[in-house]
C-alpha cells in the first residue's frame, strides 16, 4: 500500500488549497484516512480524519471551520480543502492510512503514511 499527497504549495493568507492523497490499494474503502502537519520546530498533529466504516469524519479545534475531509472511492482519493489559510498554517502536510478503523489521531496505530506535500502561506 502506498499514499501519495500533492496539492501542497505557496499562497497568500485568505487563499484555499486541495490536498490530495491517493492510495495503492485495492480495498481502500476498508481503510481510515487521517490529514496531519507538522510546522518547523513543532510536534506533528493530527488535524482531520475520515473513517472506512462510514465515512463520518472528525476535525480537531485548529481545522474546525477552515478545513473539508471528503473521499472519493472510486478515485481511491481523500481530500482535504484548506481555505481562509493563515500563515500559521505553514507546515508540511501528511496523509496516513489504517486498516478497517474508525476515526482517530493515534499515530502509532496508523499503518501507512505517505511523503508528505508543503504548504506555505505568506503574509
Known amino acids: 500500500v502506498q499514499l501519495q499527497a500533492s496539492g501542497g504549495g505557496l499562497v497568500q493568507a485568505g487563499d484555499s488549497l486541495r490536498l490530495s492523497c491517493t492510495i495503492s490499494?485495492?480495498?481502500?474503502?476498508?481503510?481510515?484516512v487521517g490529514w496531519f502537519r507538522q510546522a518547523p520546530g513543532k510536534k506533528r498533529e493530527g488535524l482531520s480524519c475520515i473513517s472506512s466504516s462510514d465515512g463520518s469524519a472528525s476535525y480537531a479545534d485548529s481545522a474546525k471551520g477552515r478545513f473539508t475531509i471528503s473521499r472519493d472511492n472510486a478515485k481511491n482519493t481523500v481530500y482535504l480543502q484548506l481555505n481562509s489559510l493563515k500563515p500559521e498554517d505553514t507546515a508540511v502536510y501528511y496523509c496516513a492510512a489504517d486498516y478497517n478503523a474508525n476515526c482517530h489521531y493515534i499515530e502509532y496505530l496508523y499503518d501507512y503514511w505517505g511523503q508528505g506535500t508543503q504548504v506555505t502561506v505568506s503574509s
Open positions: 490499494a485495492r480495498d481502500f474503502r476498508t481503510y481510515a
